[in-house]
């Protein structure tokens, strides 16, 4: 199966969205939109296509009502997700979907692509699962190219699972989670050996946390930041 999304908030508007295939979009609030399953999606062989794309001064949340199970197809066992956030000056974009779970035997390939004019501001969540209760072997990949403008920002890869380079029998990951936030002034911060917050060169940061399952509790300054937004706002 083919998905494809397309999603573009205008300031002063409500986001339009456009989608066939296994997946949804449905206005929950002035500017959220949140992602809706409605066909079982990604199997083996499905790829995915989710653009999104803020205009200038307009603000974008996007969120999911469910996990995604990424399942083994019939013919194949890998599926395919792709991406596309576009930002212009003064736009803010707030990514943040349900984890991704990727099944036993399943293979699932995300590739993300992010481009932000001077002045958009983004924070990019995700979370990925390898495995339902019980399993262990299915393999997840992940790509994520960030610029701004024509600056580069961020070239990220990771891999989980079984095939993965990190993966043996006594410390391979099971679960990642990962958040871009831009612009972000916030200095280095470490958890023992599995998380990491580090400053970008050309501004922003990335946390990125491992182990072997999701943890509920925000990543750090995510409260913070949440609540300083919503004074202004308020403000």
Do not use: C, N, Q
Not at 199 to 211: D, E, K, N, S, V
């Amino acid at each position: 199966m083919r998905t494809e999304v397309r999603i573009v908030a205008v300031a002063g508007r409500l986001p339009t969205i456009e989608a066939i295939g296994g997946l949804a979009g449905r206005r929950t609030g002035v500017d959220t939109v949140h992602l809706i399953g409605t066909a079982a999606t990604p199997l083996g062989g499905d790829e995915l296509d989710i653009a999104i794309v803020v205009g200038e001064g307009a603000r974008l949340a996007v969120r999911s009502v469910a996990a995604t199970i990424a399942l083994p197809g019939r013919g194949t066992r890998k599926s395919v997700a792709r991406w596309h956030f576009e930002v212009a000056a003064g736009g803010e974009l707030d990514v943040d979907p349900e984890p991704t779970v990727v099944a036993g035997g399943a293979e699932h390939v995300t590739t993300t692509t992010v481009r932000l004019a001077e002045g958009a501001r983004l924070r990019l969540r995700e979370r990925v699962r390898i495995g339902r209760t019980g399993e262990d072997h299915g393999y997840w990949s992940g790509e994520l190219h960030a610029d701004i403008g024509e600056l580069p920002l961020l070239r990220h890869r990771l891999d989980l699972g079984a095939d993965a380079v990190t993966d043996d029998a006594l410390s391979g990951p099971r679960a990642l989670e990962s958040v871009l936030s831009y612009p972000d002034d916030r200095t280095v911060h470490t958890t023992g050996l599995e998380a990491a917050l580090l400053p970008l060169a050309a501004g922003g940061t990335l946390y990125t946390r491992t182990g072997s399952t999701l943890v509920t509790a925000p990543p750090p300054g995510i409260v913070e930041r949440t609540a300083s937004r919503t004074a202004t706002a308020i403000g």
